[in-house]
């Protein structure tokens, strides 16, 4: 039976294993060979002192090249010296497939690359531990969040992605021939998840893939990421919030216990929050970022003023009660300030992570806001018709799960987020 490298351990000194996985370093020393073979949660030496193993299997080992795939079977010995305390002592090497040379990049991550080098061969770059070891911490943050939203009640949907119009109006859409017409991939599961308000489903969340044709070649943009969009009935964006709040603590600490492995693997100590995060108003934010530049009232707020902010307030905090003509038609605006929405966005410094609000729930009110964004009704119909036959007041918000990452990781770059990013000039691999 195979095992992988962390279930052995020197107490099974004696025993017999069998291990498969890449060869990650090969040290010969004349008399003496050292092989280091790592697998998915981590490594093992592989010790082949020349007048102990069979000859043959001293001289497979000597051959071997780095990366290659192998299943070695053989038997435990406990070594202080050793990395984790033990080596195996080979009885049989069988190379499984043999690795071209030279490597496009080292994965021993002796030998730095740069950061398009190694997206043009992902495949072996996420060979790389430190590059495994973000995406252990990303599926450790998909679980929690599943975990969290299904324990407060959530029920989890898929909603279309190519769909005939634009989920928040403007031009950010990617066209897709559909037949004999022309469609799009979604910007996001908004109209739809609103819909599910007016079935009945009371609370959804859905994780899944959004995309957006945005002209941006920053550290911090994707045009096809990751988000986890929830919509709640019976309920305003305070109460939204909340859970938004919950879920980040929830995650960080899940994270900060369940990943220690990873995290000390990427030299990176997760903070879980303390409740409630700091709110600051949109005129806060404002104000603040006067010290440096005049934004007028109404426009959004630049990067620097961002990091500015971020600066000043650090680690999560929301930023409430922004513009209605900057949000999309959707947005609930105050009934006694209509100029202000009930609307939020979580921010952790300086980056953006979630966007939400109450949203518009009487069909009147939804018809005239298209309007005033120069929108036509009829395009939004299908959508519309929900709202004619009772849908209740209801709220929610979409997180970005790579922007998420980056933030709990210190990633310097959105891109070592995902597994195989899409930006402008992006496509391949």
Sequence with gaps: MRKFTAEISPKMDGEKVKLCGWIHEVRDLGGLIFLILRDREGFAQITLPKKVVDPEVFSKARKIKRESVVEIEGEVKAEEKAPNGFEIIPKKI????????????????????????????????????????????????????????????????QTPKIVSTATEGGTELFPVSYFEREAFLNQSPQLYKQMLMSAGFDRVFEIGPIFRAEQHNTTRHLNEATSIDIEVSFTDHEGVMKVLEDLIVYTCESVSNECEKFLKILNVEVEVPEKPFERISYDEALKIASKKEEIPWGEDLSTNALKLIGEEIGNFYFIVDWPTKIKPFYVMPYEEKP???????????????????????????????????????????????????????????????????????????????TLFPRDRIRLVP
Excluded at 115 to 141: C, E, G
Aim: aromatic share 10%; with cysteine.
């Design 339 to 417: 100029e202000i929405s009930k609307s939020f966005d979580l921010m952790h410094s300086w980056l953006e992570l979630a966007s939400g609000a109450q949203r518009i729930h009487r069909y009147d009110a939804l018809v005239e806001s298209i309007r005033s964004r120069g929108l036509n009704p009829e395009s939004f119909q299908f959508y519309l018709d929900s709202f004619r036959f009772g849908i209740p007041p209801h709220a929610g918000w979409g997180l970005g799960v790579e922007r998420f990452l980056m933030s709990i990781l210190k990633l310097n770059n959105i891109r070592e987020a």
């Design 94 to 157: 069988l190379i499984l497939n043999e690795a071209d040379t030279p490597l496009p990049l080292d994965v021993t991550e002796k030998v730095p690359a740069e950061l398009d080098t190694r997206l043009d061969n992902r495949f072996l770059d996420l060979r790389r531990p430190k590059v495994q070891a973000v995406f252990r911490v990303r599926h450790q943050v998909l679980k929690s969040t599943r975990d969290f939203l299904c324990k407060e009640g959530f029920i989890e949907v």
